[in-house]
């Protein structure tokens, strides 16, 4: 063996070993950079995106948008954020109103026929309130009837989302904007589904009396009907499916059954805000009345008058009914006799209130 050779050899593998290790620090920093902008990348798509770029709309639907003047929006979530358009309201919709009464409706024949009667029975001659029926576009679009309706009532507010259940959300959140940029001088909100029956003189009259005095004291809450201790359903096949990467929790929060909800305006205001600080997933009355408002610190109040099924002998001691709406109107002659069920209920004799006997 060479010895005068030896020093050179372990120059040469300390010389390899420094450059393993170099060429090692510089695939794990550029390893890291690529995870960075990868995630970065992956976020501005996910998190920024319009409904065009999922939702392909045909001609009819472009048209029938390009004739209307729709003002941008955007939903915004913790982790997601949703550019769309709404109708622009006419400055004159909400002057002088106490409530304003926001209702879930799509562009079918069978829900034109539902906004019909509810026009015919709910609201007519009723000066203290403003209604707007919210619709999104769908794949069978009727736009030349939409159109002749929209010119004919004035009371439908179009966004230029896709109306179908999985994303109500949208059409809900919507529904706040246009409070919130249009109607915040109407110190009262509602959101109801279009097959709700409110009988709204009695409404108007819960309202005066701030629900038995409930609300005197306070600026904001949520009034429905409460739902406690619920689950997400976990089945595909259920149209409320949810899975565990949208919502990883076993019980939903707190939250409104969503075919009837009133907010004050100041909670509107505070919910839209809370909503930046919330995850985001598809079920909007869980999303908008339960974890927005745990962030918002609103409180819910469960009202027996909210009910799908009324309550016929629930009243005050001073005869006032309580059950103020009925749900399941499916069909526009169901808007006409829910109305009249509830018009009709009359109190006890002896009233008695829930939770006595």
Known sequence: MNWSSLPEV??????????????????????LIFLVITFFL????????????????????????????LDPFQARFENKRQ??????ANSKDCQGKDLAIMIMSTATENNA???????????????RVVHKFFIGYEEEFPASMLIDEMNEYKDIVY???????????????????????????????VKIDDDTTVHIPRLLEWIDRDFNFVTRQIDDYLICALYLGMA?????????????DEYPY??????CVGYFVLASNSTVQKLLKAAEKVHFFPMDDVLLTGAVS??????????????????????????????????????????????????ELKCPTKPFEEGHD
Request: net charge positive.
């Open 10 to 31: 372990v120059h040469l593998q300390r010389f390899l070993i420094k450059f393993r290790l170099k060429i090692e620090q510089l695939n794990k920093k550029y390893v």
């Open 42 to 69: 992956y976020t501005s798509l996910n998190l920024y995106h319009s409904y065009n770029e999922y939702f392909a709309k045909g001609e009819t639907v472009l048209k029938f948008e390009s004739d209307l003047v």
């Open 83 to 88: 550019n769309y358009k709404m109708m622009r």
């Open 113 to 127: 026929r539902l906004r019909e009667a509810m026009r015919k029975v709910m609201f007519k001659n009723q000066p």
């Open 159 to 189: 966004y230029d989302g896709k109306g179908d259940y999985r994303n109500n959300y949208l059409k809900w959140y919507a529904m706040y904007q246009w409070h919130a940029k249009y109607c915040s001088n109407v110190k009262t909100f």
């Open 232 to 244: 997400p359903l976990r089945v595909k096949e259920n149209r409320w499916y949810i899975t565990p």
């Open 250 to 255: 076993r019980i939903w929060p707190n939250y």
């Open 294 to 343: 745990a962030v918002a610190k609103i409180p819910i109040l469960d009202f027996p008058g909210i009910r799908s099924e009324p309550n016929d002998r629930l009243c005050t001691n001073d005869g006032l009914h309580y059950s103020l709406m009925r749900h399941n109107s499916k069909f526009a002659h169901l808007i006409e006799e829910d109305y009249k069920f509830l018009d």
